[in-house]
């Protein structure tokens, strides 16, 4: 608009390529790309003054048209069991989280990629909010840069802290496809955060379209969130499984694997919520039906949250669902939950999502009712 300030460019969100073609634009030879990324992503740096192999006229002009600007951090929430939540601000004016779980040998990372999520799964905290904006390249990779900055690892000679991330955040990754590609490939940059396609997860419901481009994009590791053993059952739980019926999902799944040049396996994501999808007949059906994907299977134990009805499977129901599988041969393992008491844990991610529908203001409404407390802490 005229009169208007152009706003300035924001190079923590720019792929390398894009990275190269900015500087194209002002003159420069594709190397000082990698120089300029090992700054903002290896060393935390946001002030061009600070960047001492960039030349002094290039940094006057860069400081003109452009930024390194990482998202804000509302807060962070620090679990007795070593977890972090990062409650990060985008500029649509919702909030996100970012969650950092320790463990023995590696730390992972639970990134989101939108504020709310438009597919409903009905055992979903972040489902139930609505959806609200998908976030930018930015803000994606920005959360890792956060929790670099806030583990301290940046620029120094300390073990890398964050050795694995997962796309298992808020928000369906496969529905922000372009800034999840992005944000990806700077994760696997050797001059940005060097994380190796093993070590980064996206984890999708089943945006089968999506899934099936991805092979011409990335070679990250694959999730696939399953949680029922055929189409009945799981139209009920995940709704887009009415577009995009458990045989195509299995199909594109298997064709992403097959673009892979190693042998790695997907992971199949399954919530066990009581009474729903946790008879021995369900794991039966889905060993059956998981026959011919080569593939591990990762049990998630339902984590309760306010304004839902479910209620998380007896520790029994989770061991026989578990037997059953491993005496067909299926490698599987239980997700223990992590970071509950700050609302960390799977599938409670809840931010401050701004959404209108219907949907958002009755779970809102459901939320206030159980938990008072809550509302006067999120307003
Ligand atoms: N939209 C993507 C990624 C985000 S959800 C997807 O659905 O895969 C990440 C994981 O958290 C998924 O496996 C999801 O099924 C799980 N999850 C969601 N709600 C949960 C809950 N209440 N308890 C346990 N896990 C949950
Ligand atoms: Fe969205 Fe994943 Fe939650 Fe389903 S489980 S509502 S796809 S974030």
Not at 7 to 14: A, F, R
Not at 142 to 147: E, I, N, P, R
């Amino acid at each position: 608009m005229p009169g208007m300030p152009e706003s300035k460019i924001n190079l923590l969100g720019l792929s390398r390529q894009q990275m190269e073609a900015f500087l194209l634009t002002k003159g420069e030879k594709p190397f000082r790309a990698i120089q300029l990324l090992k700054w903002i992503h290896q060393f935390g740096v946001t002030d061009f003054d600070e960047m001492t192999n960039i030349s002094k006229s290039l940094r006057a002009q860069l400081k003109e048209c452009a930024e390194v600007r990482p998202p804000r951090v509302k807060e962070r929430l620090d679990a007795s069991d070593g977890c972090y939540k990062w409650i990060v601000e985008v500029e649509s004016g919702s909030s996100v989280e970012t969650v950092f779980i320790p463990e023995a040998g590696r730390g992972t990372l639970c990134i989101s990629s939108q504020a709310g999520c438009s597919l409903d799964c009905s055992f979903c905290a972040t489902g139930k909010q609505g959806f609200n904006s998908d976030l930018t390249t930015a803000e994606i990779i920005g959360q890792l840069w956060v929790a670099n900055r806030e583990l301290d690892t940046f620029g120094t000679k300390k073990p890398r802290q964050v050795t694995n991330v997962v796309m298992m955040g808020m928000g369906e990754p496969l529905l922000n496809f372009d800034n999840v590609i992005n944000s990806i490939s700077l994760m696997m940059e050797d001059n940005c955060y060097g994380l190796s396609k093993r070590r980064v997860t996206i984890s999708t419901s089943g945006v089968v379209p999506a899934l099936d481009r991805l092979k011409d994009y990335t070679d990250a590791s694959l999730a696939i969130s399953l949680h029922a053993p055929n189409d009945e059952l799981r139209s009920q739980i995940v709704p887009i499984n009415k577009k995009y019926p458990i045989s195509e999902l299995l199909r594109s799944t298997n064709t992403y694997l097959d673009s892979l040049p190693d042998s790695r396996v997907a992971t199949i994501e399954y919530i066990l919520i009581n009474g729903v999808n946790d008879h021995r007949q369900h794991a039966r059906e889905l060993a059956e039906l998981l026959r011919t994907t080569p593939c591990k299977i990762n049990l998630i134990p339902f984590n309760p949250f306010e304004g839902s009805d479910y209620n998380r499977s007896s520790n029994s129901a989770i061991s026989n669902f578990r037997k059953i599988l491993q005496e067909a041969g299926y490698t599987v393992t239980i997700r223990t939950t992590r970071g509950d008491d700050i609302g960390a844990a799977c599938g409670q991610l809840v931010g401050l999502v701004d959404d209108n529908t219907r949907r958002s203001a009755r779970y809102r409404a459901l939320r206030e009712q159980s938990n008072p407390e809550q509302r006067l802490k999120v307003q």
